[in-house]
């Protein structure tokens, strides 16, 4: 048995008003002929239990979907593995079916992760949901992917350590690996990939690897080697494969002592280019500063109106510093000169955790406050990322483009990385604003390729950016990615349709 790959879509064909069909109205695809689910149902069940799988189509719709604005795109079968070992043992079944497999952490995905193009399996992996090795002396920790970064914090709440890779949604951890996710922690902490150590990967084929040798003994050894030079980095061939080269069923992560003192901090500027020139010059002056974001006017007042707060509507950072108490001080006179420079306002301070975690609440709220400034609307996520020095200019370039368009795209930005995100609120039943929104996303990620970036930071390629992908990456470049693809996976069973 197997199945055909769709001829290639064409640029942003997802964002069609089509892709807003409701779950239900989506013709049911079965993978295997009629008859051949009786046979395989029952060889899941004797893998992880009456209850660990599920035909439910309202199951099947709430793991077809992520939190983009791709349709949904129900697998056939949802299934929730306990151990890697039933991991391994559904892919062999998969594997011998011809069955698509598509891992599933919690759906907080933004480019069509999830959705099962050809049908299929479904593995939500929830159910395994263990810390397994804190190593505290080491700064390391190794855990299932269920665990969810929130999860992962609270466990270590009374450690004095923490993992600071801070997605907006309260995502899992493998799935955060999967996605090479980051956040607003990347300019001092790094993403997913500076973070992630070793991962245990469960192939196609049901055959389990470690991408570090250290983690091949089934006895935990102490003291994880955080330096190698062996052999191929096979941790960051995994780190945002989307899982189209395997399920990732455990991860080893990188920690970090919380800071003594940390305080945060906004500051509103009178024009765009004053808070990038800002950050910049911060970034270049040698402060290690935590976080700094940019929420332009349109954002700052979604952001007032949503958490009943009242910044000054203009351009604003929003900043955070760590360290002794000591190094706050210099940092921050450092920071408060270059901002002043520029003609920010003074600093509006948040030294308690109560007042900080409202304010980075706000800022991680950002997605459903652009949401709700045109109720009924749905909501697509640029996210292009530009070498700092031409940062300025792509943000006063995408909010000119923004005005002249008559588009509603409040920008919220990880500055710090030449990371930002215009939130598309559009109507899906208006298809002029649609074909306004399509043509936008693609100038500004040409724009961004043009300037040496790249047409995603954070949220992956997924089913959307597929096409972007080529034009960044080039011809001999993707036919390298295909032929990993291939070497691994050469039934083309792993999330088929994304990434390549
Ligand atoms: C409000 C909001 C704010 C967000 N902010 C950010 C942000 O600041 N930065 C950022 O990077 N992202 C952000 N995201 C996007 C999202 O949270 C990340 O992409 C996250 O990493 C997805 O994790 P997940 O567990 O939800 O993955 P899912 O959505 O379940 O899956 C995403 C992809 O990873 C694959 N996958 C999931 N688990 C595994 C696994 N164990 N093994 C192999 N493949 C797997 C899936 O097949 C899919 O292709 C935001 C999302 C929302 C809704």
Not at 212 to 229: C, I
Not at 267 to 275: D, E, I, L
Not at 376 to 388: E, H, I, W
Request: net charge negative; with cysteine.
């Amino acid at each position: 048995m197997s199945f055909a790959l769709r001829p290639t879509r064409s640029l942003y064909a997802h964002l069609t008003t089509s892709n807003f069909v409701q779950c239900r109205t989506i013709k049911k695809e079965h993978t295997l002929k009629s008859g051949g689910w009786e046979r395989v149902i029952p060889a899941f069940r004797s893998v992880c239990g009456e209850d660990g799988v599920s035909l439910g189509e309202a199951v099947r719709e709430q793991h077809g979907r992520d939190e983009s604005v791709h349709r949904c795109r129900p697998p056939d079968v949802v299934v929730w593995p306990r151990s890697v070992e039933e991991v391994s043992a559904l892919a062999k079944i998969c594997h011998h079916h011809h069955l698509p497999i598509i891992p599933f952490g919690t759906g907080t995905g933004l480019e069509g992760g999830v959705g099962a193009l050809k049908g299929g399996v479904c593995f939500s992996l929830r159910n395994m949901d263990r810390v397994l090795d804190l190593h505290q002396e080491d700064f390391d920790v190794s855990v299932e992917p269920g665990v969810t970064r929130k999860g992962l914090n609270s466990y270590l709440r009374d450690t004095g350590l923490w993992f600071p890779v801070d997605p907006g949604a309260d995502a899992s951890l493998c799935g955060m690996a999967a996605t090479s996710a980051s956040g607003t922690n990347a300019v001092r902490y790094g993403t997913m990939r500076e973070n992630v150590l070793n991962l245990e990967v469960v192939l196609a084929d049901g055959s389990i690897i470690h991408t570090t040798w250290l983690y091949t003994s089934l006895v935990t050894l102490p003291g994880l080697k955080q330096k190698t030079s062996a052999g191929y980095n096979l941790t960051n061939l995994f780190v945002g494969s989307e899982g189209t080269l395997g399920v990732i069923t455990k991860t080893t992560l990188r920690l970090y002592g919380v800071p003594e003192a940390m305080v945060s901090a906004v500051c509103t500027f009178p024009s765009v280019q004053a808070a990038v020139d800002s950050t910049v010059q911060v970034l270049q002056t040698g402060v290690p500063i935590a976080r700094i974001e940019f929420l332009d006017d349109v954002m700052i007042d979604a952001c007032n109106r949503f958490n009943l707060l009242s910044y000054p509507v203009a351009p604003t950072l929003f900043l955070e510093f760590h360290g002794t108490e000591k190094s706050l001080e210099e940092q921050v006179t450092v920071t408060e000169e270059i901002t002043q420079a520029n003609g920010g306002s003074d600093f509006s301070w948040a030294r308690d955790a109560e007042t900080r975690g409202r304010l980075w609440k706000a800022r991680h709220d950002a997605w459903y406050a652009a949401l709700a400034l045109r109720p009924g609307c749905k909501a697509y996520s640029t996210d292009v990322c530009v070498p700092l020095s031409r940062l300025p200019q792509i943000i006063v370039e995408t909010k000119e483009d923004l005005m002249l368009n008559r588009l509603t795209g409040p920008i919220a930005g990880h500055v710090g990385d030449g990371n930002f995100h215009c939130i598309m609120v559009m109507d899906p039943n208006d298809q002029d604003e649609v074909i306004r929104v399509h043509e936008f996303t693609e100038r500004l990620a040409r724009r961004a390729l043009a300037l040496d970036g790249t047409c995603t930071g954070e949220h992956g390629v997924g089913l959307g950016k597929r096409a972007l992908l080529r034009e960044e990456m080039g011809p001999l470049a993707i036919e390298v990615m295909q032929g990993l693809k291939t070497t691994l996976d050469p039934k083309n069973l792993m999330n088929p349709g994304k990434v390549l």
